[in-house]
Structures are given as structure tokens and as C-alpha cells.
């Protein structure tokens, strides 16, 4: 949610400042006090779904799917009122980086561009496992190059997780650099998740642990993503998000939790935000040959589904990496969000809720790409 800090936009097509992302009603900005209290799922949705590929005969299947829908926090008639490790590096999003690692390691989190391979262990049953080989590649806000921006990510090879987070833009006007705590709270989900048991990682429990833990003035949109055993397992919050690609179809995506245009979800370091518990959790199946898109809204705010799924299928039969994959769709958001002339999922949104608006949002984007292959199929 890095926007325009300034009320002027550098680009005509911005109307006024609606870029801006909205904050909490209510917002409390001395309190450095975390609310937090136990979570009750009241509502559970589940659904087996089968998503066959147009252009493959096998009819691939996505099963177990899981999305669970977190009932808001009691009591709360307002629904817009509530985001030095050891092994673990935060890289200046000015340095380039375009090394490929192997676990354990951990790349982290504003690094413009980073690549790790993420191995499983073996398995004494010789079961196949799979393993994400991600790269992520990040461009601030040409206006907030020098500050890093405030989006922030993580690939933890290890755990075979990978994370994002956006800090909420419109605190820039009381003097807060919500990049601290989107960067704080990645930094806390990392130490959470080295916490966690190996093979039985809980994602909400790691984002309730990492907000508890993260004291940084400001806030942000969360999403964790591991992969175990032959399942995606994702926590999102807010309008970060992420998407799974198989044969160069979008097989899946995950909605944005809004409370109103341009109001995402988000965590805050007082009692004025959203509850983790309110994010929406979701397991699938996946195979060999899958990527994962993970990315803020600077992204899905302005490319398309079939602008990215574009590139990918381009990548793939270029034998990119994930790391440059990354890096040629966050260049193609950036034009995007740059050109006052095309549509965008933004501008589609925008006119939904009444503005008239054109061309993309110029903004922080963060892309993390990550192939699913098996360990027989490096």
C-alpha cells in the first residue's frame, strides 16, 4: 500500500490523492499496545474442487482445498475499526542480488531481486516430495526509492515458506514509515515460524505470534505461504495475495479482504486493526510444474490475470528462473502503473465504486515467483 505520499500525483491521471491507502477508523497512533484475543472460528467453508485444464487431456485435479472465512472479532459494531535474527538477513531494496542458494538459508525482504532453492528432506519410505524454488524481485515507488519503500517479503528455505506484506501508505502523513512495521512483522513471522514444528507449521498461529511481537508504529496486509507435503498452504490478509499457475492457466486466486475501495484488511500495532484471526486460510493440492505468484497489491492492483499468466507461460518455455520471472513481472506492473492510458484491475475498481479513474496505480510491487518441483525432477 506504498502510495503517493504527497498530495500531487507524478503522473496526470491520478484523481486527487484516492490512491492513498486508507488507514483504520479510529486510529489510535500513540498507542503501542496490542490487542489480542483468542480466536473463534465461527464459520467454515469447505469445498473439493475440481478445475480441469483446457489445453491437458489428463484433467488435472485441485483438491482439498480449504478456504476458511474467520467470523470478525466480538463486540466490534464497526467494521472499519480494528500489521538481529539469527540466519536471518533484511537486504536494502537498492542492492541487486541475483545469487541462487540452496537450504538451509533464508533470502529477506526487500532485496530487489533474490533466488533460493528450498530442498524437503529425504524420505526413508522413498516418497516423492516436493520442494518451491523461489526468486522475488521488488521496485519501490520511484518517490520512495530512497526510504526502501514499504513493502517487505521473505523466502525461508528451511520451512519452505515464503511471505509478503504491505505497509499501509497513509500513515507517510503522520509522519510514520509504514515500511518499519510491514518489515518488522516479516522479520517476527520468520522467528515464529523457526518455532514451529517442522512438518506441522500453523500459519495463523505464526501471523497471531508475529503481530503480538511486532511493535513498529503503523500497519500492513500480510500473506504466508508454505508448502507441505503436496499442499500449498497459505494465510492471507488484506489485499496482498497470491496465485497458482499449472500449463500457463490461472488455476487459482486469492480474493482481497476489503472493507471498503482502497480499505484493505490490515494488521496494526494497537488494538485499532484487524484481527489475524480474521484472515482467510487456504490449502491446496499442487504438482510438479506449478508456480506460485505471490505479490502486494502494486502488482494485482495492476496487471491482469493474463498478464501474468502470460509472462509465466514466456518464462517457462524460455527456461527462465524464478528469480527473473519475478523481475520481468514487476517491470510489466511498473509500466503499467505508469501509463494513464490502459485499464487496470485498479481503474476496473475504481469505477465500480464511482471515481472515474484511468490507467494503472503507481505504487511499492513486490513479485515472489515459486516453481513446485519434486526432488527426483530438480
Not at 514444528?197 to 511486532?214: F, G, N, W
Not at 500473506?223 to 507435503?229: F, R
Request: charge should be neutral; proline fraction near 4%; aromatic fraction near 8%.
Amino acid at each position: 500500500m506504498a502510495v503517493c505520499g504527497s498530495r500531487t500525483s507524478n503522473i496526470g491521471h491520478f484523481v486527487g490523492n484516492m490512491t492513498a491507502r486508507r488507514l483504520q477508523y479510529g486510529l489510535s497512533v500513540n498507542s503501542s499496545t496490542v490487542s489480542y484475543s483468542n480466536r473463534s472460528i465461527e464459520n467454515l467453508r469447505k469445498a473439493n474442487i475440481s478445475l480441469r485444464n483446457k489445453d491437458k487431456p489428463q484433467n488435472f485435479l485441485l483438491s482439498q482445498y480449504f478456504r476458511t472465512s474467520v467470523a470478525k472479532r466480538r463486540g466490534n459494531s464497526n467494521p472499519y475499526k480494528g500489521f538481529g535474527l539469527k540466519g536471518f538477513r533484511i537486504l536494502s531494496p537498492v542492492h541487486f542480488s541475483s545469487e541462487t542458494t540452496s537450504a538451509p538459508g533464508l533470502s529477506s525482504d526487500n532485496s530487489k531481486g533474490k533466488e533460493q532453492a528450498a530442498n524437503t528432506a529425504d524420505s526413508s519410505e522413498g516418497k516423492i516430495h516436493l520442494k518451491l524454488n523461489s526468486g522475488s524481485f521488488y521496485l519501490p515507488h520511484p518517490a520512495k526509492v530512497k526510504i526502501g519503500g514499504e513493502d517487505a517479503h521473505f523466502i525461508y528455505g528451511p520451512a519452505q515458506a515464503i511471505g509478503v506484506a504491505d505497509g499501509v501508505g497513509g500513515w507517510a502523513d503522520l509522519g510514520i514509515d509504514a515500511g518499519e512495521y510491514a518489515r518488522e512483522l516479516m522479520s517476527n513471522s520468520i522467528s515464529t515460524i523457526q518455532e514451529e514444528p517442522k512438518d506441522s507449521i500453523d500459519l495463523i498461529k505464526v501471523l497471531e505470534k508475529a503481530h503480538i511481537r511486532t511493535k513498529a508504529r503503523g500497519s500492513s496486509t500480510a500473506c504466508i505461504i508454505a508448502l507441505t507435503d503436496e499442499d500449498l498452504y497459505a494465510v492471507n490478509l488484506g489485499d496482498s495475495g497470491f496465485m497458482l499457475v499449472r500449463h500457463g492457466s490461472a488455476i487459482f486466486k486469492s480474493p482481497a479482504q476489503l472493507h471498503g475501495f482502497n480499505f484493505p484488511y490490515q494488521l496494526e500495532g494497537s488494538s485499532a486493526g484487524d484481527l489475524p484471526s480474521l484472515a482467510e486460510v487456504f490449502k491446496i493440492a499442487v504438482a510438479p510444474g506449478d508456480v506460485v505468484i505471490a505479490g502486494t497489491d502494486g502488482l494485482f492492483d495492476n496487471l491482469y490475470d493474463a498478464d501474468i499468466t502470460g509472462v509465466v507461460l514466456h518464462a517457462v518455455e524460455a527456461g527462465l528462473g524464478p528469480q527473473m520471472t519475478a523481475q520481468k513481472i514487476a517491470v510489466l506492473a511498473q509500466q503499467r502503473a505508469m501509463d494513464p492510458t490502459k485499464p487496470s484491475p485498479f481503474s476496473d475498481a475504481a469505477k465500480e465504486a464511482g471515481f472515474e479513474y484511468h490507467g494503472g496505480k503507481l505504487d511499492d510491487i513486490t513479485v515472489v515467483v515459486s516453481c513446485i518441483t519434486s526432488n527426483s525432477n530438480p
